[in-house]
């Protein structure tokens, strides 16, 4: 996934980080001329919304039952049985599910045995709201510190399992205290099999998604994803393209995350651009932000265990997956 490389964006200076070339270190922007700047106000979510029903230990489960499997590497009886597996929670939970597969082609010319797995809770409603996370793991750990180690898979306990673990926790509890609008679940495949200095090398299954949609003209109002969401001690900056797709939505979910007590998590400042699944839907033209652990004022940027083989459940923490999951089940119980 993701690493830095300087780029100049239209009106602001920022570091893009694309699935490969690793460099210089994200400029940082303090983010608080945003809430000043939105023309409408976002909701006020602690008036509407019930707290304490995400439920941590039910999503480190989720995370930890991903990780059982081995990693989720694409064409391996691990990605396989996990397929399988992620289809019936979503049907558990009371999801309409459908499994798209497609045979997507790698920049190194391997063919890839691709599924991604969407789901709907109430299909009937007209408005929905996308939410999404990749859940294939990364086929090498480029990034380990020990040279010998960087042919091996990664677990992905982080990178990958844990924004799914957390939309399987929301979802559960929205089957147990339904909402009236539309959800949509999308754990996208292919997104961890592409290489440094090729942006196009990432994220096939969204590609691939957005050009043959599930449903005939399908557009939900907004899709909001989640990327490396259960480290330890992580931090969560507005992303630059996600401002400059949803900013209103960004705003409401940082505000929502503030309100709960989850400040020192959610940080209300620009971190950087983030090359990740949500462009191919901002391209689309659906309206998406991205939840993605960042360090401003880090060298690395992301986790330090990202695209290592410890990547695994000693860096998960219930509390970061609480941290995320309690503010989007509390943002998305006030529309």
Same mark, same amino acid.
């Given at each position: 996934?993701? !690493?830095?490389?300087?780029?100049?964006?239209?009106?602001?200076?920022?570091?893009?980080?694309?699935?490969?070339?690793?460099?210089?270190?994200?400029?940082?922007?303090?983010?608080?001329?945003?809430?000043?700047?939105?023309?409408?106000?976002?909701? $006020?979510?602690?008036?509407?919304?019930?707290?304490?029903?995400?439920?941590?230990?039910?999503?480190?489960?989720?995370?930890?039952?991903?990780?059982?499997?081995?990693?989720?590497?694409?064409?391996?009886?691990?990605?396989?049985?996990?397929?399988?597996?992620?289809?019936?929670?979503?049907?558990? &939970?009371?999801?309409?599910? !459908?499994?798209?597969?497609?045979?997507?082609?790698?920049?190194?010319?391997?063919?890839?045995?691709?599924?991604?797995?969407?789901?709907?809770?109430?299909?009937?409603?007209?408005?929905?709201?996308?939410?999404?996370? &990749?859940?294939?793991?990364?086929?090498?750990?480029?990034?380990?510190?020990?040279?010998?180690?960087?042919?091996?898979?990664?677990?992905?306990?982080?990178?990958?399992?844990?924004?799914?673990?957390?939309?399987?926790?929301?979802?559960?509890?929205?089957?147990?205290?339904?909402?009236?609008?539309?959800?949509?679940?999308?754990?996208?495949?292919?997104? $961890?099999?592409? !290489?440094?200095?090729?942006?196009?090398?990432?994220?096939?299954?969204?590609?691939?998604?957005?050009?043959?949609?599930?449903?005939?003209?399908?557009?939900?109002?907004?899709?909001?994803?989640?990327?490396?969401?259960?480290?330890?001690?992580?931090?969560?900056?507005?992303?630059?393209?996600?401002?400059?797709?949803?900013?209103?939505?960004?705003?409401?979910?940082?505000?929502?995350?503030?309100?709960?007590?989850?400040?020192?998590?959610?940080?209300?400042?620009?971190?950087?651009?983030?090359?990740?699944?949500?462009?191919?839907?901002?391209?689309?033209?659906?309206?998406?932000?991205?939840?993605?652990?960042? &360090?401003?004022?880090?060298?690395?940027?992301?986790?330090?265990?990202?695209?290592?083989?410890?990547?695994?459940?000693?860096?998960?923490? !219930?509390?970061?997956?609480?941290?995320?999951?309690?503010?989007?089940?509390?943002?998305?119980?006030?529309?």
């Amino acid at each position: 996934m993701k !690493t830095y490389t300087l780029l100049a964006l239209s009106l602001v200076a920022a570091c893009f980080i694309a699935c490969g070339s690793n460099s210089s270190k994200a400029v940082s922007e303090n983010m608080n001329f945003l809430a000043e700047s939105e023309s409408v106000a976002p909701p $006020d979510v602690m008036e509407s919304s019930p707290l304490g029903d995400f439920d941590a230990d039910s999503a480190y489960y989720y995370v930890e039952k991903q990780v059982e499997f081995g990693p989720r590497v694409p064409n391996t009886e691990a990605h396989r049985l996990t397929a399988l597996w992620l289809a019936e929670q979503l049907k558990r &939970h009371g999801a309409k599910v !459908t499994v798209q597969n497609a045979r997507l082609e790698a920049f190194d010319g391997t063919i890839l045995n691709a599924k991604n797995i969407f789901g709907q809770i109430n299909p009937d409603a007209k408005e929905r709201i996308l939410l999404l996370a &990749h859940w294939d793991s990364r086929p090498w750990a480029d990034k380990d510190p020990d040279p010998e180690k960087r042919i091996l898979p990664v677990d992905g306990a982080n990178d990958g399992a844990s924004g799914v673990g957390v939309i399987l926790e929301i979802a559960r509890q929205l089957k147990l205290n339904p909402v009236s609008k539309g959800i949509d679940i999308l754990f996208v495949d292919a997104e $961890d099999w592409g !290489t440094d200095g090729d942006d196009e090398s990432w994220a096939l299954g969204t590609k691939y998604f957005v050009e043959n949609p599930p449903l005939k003209n399908y557009s939900p109002q907004v899709a909001i994803l989640l990327d490396m969401v259960g480290g330890e001690n992580a931090t969560f900056c507005r992303e630059y393209f996600s401002e400059r797709s949803a900013p209103r939505v960004a705003e409401s979910v940082w505000q929502t995350a503030g309100k709960l007590g989850y400040g020192k998590y959610f940080l209300n400042r620009l971190g950087t651009a983030v090359m990740d699944d949500h462009v191919q839907l901002i391209k689309a033209g659906i309206p998406a932000i991205d939840i993605i652990e960042y &360090h401003p004022d880090d060298d690395l940027g992301f986790n330090s265990r990202w695209h290592t083989t410890a990547d695994n459940m000693e860096g998960i923490s !219930t509390e970061t997956l609480n941290a995320v999951g309690s503010t989007l089940l509390t943002y998305l119980r006030s529309l």
